[in-house]
């Protein structure tokens, strides 16, 4: 079955993602107070601030538009194309199946089987 080893490596991927995306929303603060902060302190430059600053921002953006451009490993096309919803509809968080074809999240084909998402 090589049709489900590439659902899986693309369902990996999008899982991957969102885990990365997920982690950076939550650690932005608590990096920003306990490794930023005393740094900032001790040399008393704003530079770093500006450094983490752009850096993080950067990372989210590059890390949302890997969601929202997933494709679709049955047709191809973006998995979520078809912007709906609230913005944490607009990453794929709220979407369960393909815009275009259907396709369920996690679902390995035209089998009933879904990849493991844990």
């Not at 890997?66 to 709220?94: A, D, M, N, Q």
Request: with cysteine; net charge positive; proline share 4%.
């Amino acid at each position: 079955m090589p049709d489900t080893k590439r659902y899986i490596k693309a369902w990996k991927v999008y899982k991957n993602n969102k885990r990365i995306f997920i982690v950076l929303l939550l650690c932005f603060y608590p990096v920003l107070e306990w490794v930023v902060r005393p740094i900032y302190i001790y040399y008393g430059k704003d530079l770093i601030l500006h450094i983490y600053g752009l850096a993080w921002i950067i990372f989210i953006v590059v890390y949302s538009t890997k969601i929202v451009t997933f494709t679709c490993p049955r047709c191809g096309k973006y998995f979520s194309e078809k912007w709906h919803g609230y913005f944490i509809g607009y990453l794929g968080f709220r979407l369960n199946k393909c815009v275009y074809c259907g396709l369920p999240q996690w679902s390995l084909g035209d089998q009933n089987d879904a990849y493991e998402n844990s």
